[in-house]
């Protein structure tokens, strides 16, 4: 686990030496653990974190800034005046005429755009801002933007390839989805110059090999892909209408919408899930923020002493006894600045029913995205399928069945993102010809199927949401 640093209240950082060194010794710690030798590896796939970005000295490679996390919310008060801003509001009726007049879906996404604390475009503005060495670099073309994947290739290559992939490009919010290309009128917007930017490749595709001085041999780097579109890929969501539900530090909802990009809406997204050779896959992505950030903040105040009890816990009493539990989070409010709290606190409050809250939160937040997913995505949903580490919670799991009415799948292997990553390489590499072949490949573990009426959650969910309405603008 890398360690997050927090150097003022609501900034969020990582050190970028500390994640070169944790990535190199991950690699070697796999190779080593699966009785392989180096020489032996056909390629290696990469799969980020997104949004999280660092700029650096294109001459000397020595960075500005530590990395910028998705989570870092330095940028709320410039996020806040744009989106109360007159020019945006201008931008919206010009864009509304543009799609009644056209029909075009492309005009309808910039016409409910909104800016967000996650996406990398408002913090990178404000890097240009306030890092004087950036914006002198910048001026004279020596200024290299890349979120984490475009870090590592830049490290892994000695500095001989500067590349990004679809997926993460388009998780950045400065990188056009309908045209494919970074977005020159938001960057000049936010005063971001273009130079900075890196060329977009495939996301399985040979960007290359590591200088042989990092493992001992070249290592031919045959995939780069964003977190949540690699554990769609890994969970072999390939159909129009699969669904892809991530539990980790958040909650990613994805849906596959197939050849069709669908604007963004409220609290949806719309993203580049893959691109290899002429086949382009769009995503829909509704996100929640704080899941497994609330839980583990939970075990470090020894509210229980294992994430594997939890489940337990929630389930030895019949309910939360009205307590409700707020974490901040982005739906469907957007407020970056909504208060965490416990409400409803007894003296007849345990350990349990606290739990117990945190838990149903989390469900009640996949509910609630569910529903916007339902009204808004004009697809048949087909699968749904989970993981990371949360969706390991039996409770969780359970209850999000019961509140949604769908049936769940959770594969073997929690953690999809790496699996996803491992087969893009492999069809560069030649290892799979077809996806066909990596559906045969799936595992799972658990099928969860409603059990109750959602209904009975009723009175649960509306005290937990009047709680939520409570919580905001703090």
Same mark, same amino acid.
């Not at 000695?158 to 679809?166: E, L």
């Not at 890929?233 to 849906?255: I, Q, S």
């Not at 993203?271 to 829909?284: A, M």
């Given at each position: ?6 150097? +003022?209240?609501?900034?969020?950082? #990582?050190?970028?030496?500390? #994640? ?29 974190? *997104? ?7 294109? *001459?000397?490679?020595?960075?500005? +800034? ?11 008060? #410039?996020? %806040? ?6 020019? =945006? ?25 909104? &800016? ?11 890097? &240009? ?26 490290? =892994? ?10 997926? %993460? ?13 970074? %977005? ?11 130079? /900075? ?8 595709? %040979? ?64 993203? /580049? ?30 509210? &229980? ?117 491992? &087969? =893009? ?12 072949? =990596?559906?045969?490949? *799936? ?32």
């Amino acid at each position: 686990q890398l360690e997050s640093l927090y150097p +003022h209240p609501g900034w969020v950082e #990582l050190d970028p030496e500390v #994640l070169w060194s944790h990535f190199i010794g991950a690699v070697k710690e796999a190779v080593q653990v699966a009785g392989l030798h180096m020489r032996q590896i056909a390629g290696l796939g990469i799969s980020t974190q *997104r949004s999280t970005f660092i700029t650096w000295h294109k *001459r000397t490679g020595k960075p500005f +800034h530590n990395f910028i996390s998705w989570q870092d919310l330095r940028s709320a008060e #410039l996020v %806040n005046s744009w989106n109360r801003s007159l020019l =945006l509001k201008v931008v919206h009726v010009i864009f509304t005429v543009l799609h009644f007049l056209t029909g075009s879906d492309r005009y309808l996404a910039p016409s409910v755009f909104t &800016f967000s604390t996650q996406q990398a475009s408002m913090k990178l503005s404000w890097v &240009f801002k306030n890092i004087h060495e950036a914006e002198e670099a910048a001026k004279k073309n020596n200024c290299c933007f890349g979120t984490v994947d475009t870090w590592l290739l830049y490290r =892994l290559t000695k500095g001989s390839v500067y590349a990004t992939d679809y997926s %993460n490009a388009s998780s950045t919010g400065l990188f056009e989805p309908f045209t494919k290309c970074w %977005n020159p009128t938001l960057s000049r917007l936010l005063s971001i110059p273009m130079s /900075i930017y890196p060329p977009v490749k495939d996301t399985s595709f %040979n960007f290359g090999s590591s200088d042989s001085e990092i493992f001992g041999v070249p290592v031919p780097i045959l995939a780069l892909v964003a977190d949540q579109q690699a554990a769609m890929f890994g969970e072999c969501c390939f159909h129009p209408g699969d669904v892809k539900l991530t539990m980790g530090t958040g909650a990613f909802w994805n849906v596959n919408t197939g050849g069709n990009l669908f604007a963004s809406w409220r609290a949806l997204y719309p993203l /580049i899930g893959w691109k290899i050779g002429e086949e382009v896959v769009y995503l829909t992505e509704g996100s929640i923020s704080n899941i497994g950030t609330a839980v583990r903040w939970a075990q470090e105040i020894n509210l &229980f002493t294992n994430v594997d009890e939890t489940a337990k816990m929630a389930r030895s009493i019949v309910d939360s006894q009205g307590v409700c539990f707020v974490p901040s989070f982005q739906v469907p409010v957007n407020d970056p600045c909504l208060c965490a709290s416990f409400m409803g606190l007894k003296p007849s409050t345990t350990r349990n029913h606290l739990v117990r809250a945190i838990l149903e939160s989390v469900a009640f937040r996949n509910k609630q995205l569910y529903d916007i997913i339902m009204k808004k995505v004009h697809i048949p949903l087909r699968t749904i399928r989970a993981d990371g580490g949360v969706s390991n919670n039996s409770f969780v799991m359970q209850m999000t069945s019961d509140l949604i009415n769908k049936k769940i799948e959770k594969p073997i292997i929690a953690d999809m993102s790496s699996l996803g990553a491992a &087969f =893009l390489a492999g069809l560069a590499s030649g290892l799979w010809t077809d996806k066909e072949q =990596l559906k045969k490949l *799936r595992r799972v573990e658990a099928v969860f199927e409603p059990q109750k009426d959602s209904e009975e959650y009723k009175m649960a969910m509306d005290t937990w949401t009047q709680a939520m309405q409570y919580s905001l603008r703090w």
